[in-house]
């Protein structure tokens, strides 16, 4: 039963944050009233409480889960600001776990924000899920 209601207040936040991040994207201002909508702020988005950051079973750390996740999905460069590296160093650990070679998304981060969301919500801390979201 604990696991049902950890799941479900996952959900509720992760569609709080999104609905919050299209909100500062769209300019929609009537939900919450801010000066600027489009801003970096991170003060004027909400923020709950933040959980240790799980360790997923299947890797040994959260780095190897953060580039599982994320591999072709955002760019080197980003992947490489986050983890505060080089471009270099990215494929050097991608190529030792065996991943494919990187093809550079043709998406933006704008058209898949939510699913960067969902997939490093329980990895990384909030700031460094608002730096993945953010443009380069």
Partial sequence: M???YR?????????????????????????VKMENPIHSDVSQLPEGSAPIPELIPHFPDNLYTFFWRNWNLTTLEKMAQILKTSTSNVKRIARSMGLPDYIKPTWTTKQIYCTLIKRNWHILPYEQILELKSKL
Avoid: E, H, W, Y
């Fill in 2 to 4: 604990k696991i049902i």
């Fill in 7 to 31: 799941i479900a207040f996952r959900v509720c936040a992760i569609s709080v944050l999104c609905m919050a991040l299209m909100m500062c994207q769209t300019g929609n201002k009537n939900p």
